[in-house]
């Protein structure tokens, strides 16, 4: 039998209270194996905590695919942007609406929660060392 995730179990345990309405959400929660409570809340349309943003989110989701598009942009250009110039241009948008600053770690979390984007350490490059060494024989 294909395991079931639980929140499948909870949509057809909804399903179930809709079809016959002397069903008791207790009942209900007992036979599917849900917590009542959560059977409760989302009979009375409250959405999942993974449905719904962040209580700490600055900027609203137009802004962060703008930021997006903008590096995606940058990018194409070969300007690589730094994570200072990503927070850079979220306190621009958020200084429009007098809104305050992102914190120190946004930018970080930011560039993670977007599948698009991802980092890279930049070294600086030693021409002289590079002139001498095997390029065959790579070293740490």
């Given at each position: ?48 905590r993974c449905d ?27 300007f690589h942007p ?54 065959k024989v790579i070293?740490?």
């Amino acid at each position: 039998m294909p395991s079931t995730s639980k929140e499948d179990i909870i949509v057809l345990a909804l399903k179930a209270l809709k079809r016959d309405a002397t069903l008791k959400v207790n009942t209900t929660a007992k036979i599917y194996g849900v917590n009542r409570m959560t059977l409760t809340r989302r009979r009375d349309g409250k959405p999942t905590r993974c449905d719904t943003p962040a209580n700490s989110r600055k900027l609203t989701d137009l802004e962060e695919r703008t930021i997006v598009q903008y590096i995606i942009e940058l990018y194409t250009r070969t300007f690589h942007p730094r994570l200072c110039y990503v927070e850079d241009m979220a306190n621009r948008l958020l200084r429009e609406r007098d809104a305050p600053p992102v914190g120190i770690r946004w930018a970080h979390n930011f560039v993670k929660r977007q599948p698009e984007l991802r980092t890279r350490f930049t070294r600086k490059y030693d021409y002289q060392r590079a002139k001498c060494e095997d390029p065959k024989v790579i070293r740490e």
